[in-house]
Nanobody, 125 residues
Framework: HVQLVESGGGSVQTGGSLRLSCAGS????????MGWFRQAPGREREGVRA???????VLAPSVKGRFTISKGNGKLTLSLQMDSLKPEDTATYYC????????????????????WGQGTQVTVS
């Protein structure tokens, strides 16, 4: 069955960097969209960055120029490099995939993704 396990969260000062990783199993990542969502306390879950099977990524305006998404070479891994972090980036970050679909691009809508990891906490102060 499909599993996603995030790691790399933690606490960092404003302007710092973190790299989140997601290890997937039970599917072939090259054939499915993958992405990152986040949810801050008291706020709705929002899409951060997503990567289609054609290599094209989409991103939330709030992370433009700061967050980079990438897949591991030949491995079921997804990374999110987060630079120039701000307090408003504080949230639980979730790795997602739509392993039940072969859509080329999936965007940043929650409904496009079937599988979610357990989340990893990022705190920026």
């Amino acid at each position: 069955h499909v599993q996603l396990v995030e790691s790399g969260g933690g606490s960092v000062q404003t302007g710092g960097s973190l790299r989140l990783s997601c290890a997937g199993s039970g599917f072939t990542s090259m054939n499915h969209c993958m992405g990152w969502f986040r949810q801050a306390p008291g706020r709705e879950r929002e899409g951060v960055r997503a990567l289609g099977t054609d290599g094209v990524s989409v991103l939330a305006p709030s992370v433009k120029g700061r967050f980079t998404i990438s897949k591991g070479n030949g491995k079921l891994t997804l990374s999110l490099q987060m630079d120039s972090l701000k307090p408003e980036d504080t949230a639980t970050y979730y790795c997602v995939t739509n392993a039940d679909s072969y859509a080329v691009r999936c965007g940043l809508s929650q409904s496009a993704y079937t599988y979610w990891g357990q989340g990893t906490q990022v705190t920026v102060s």
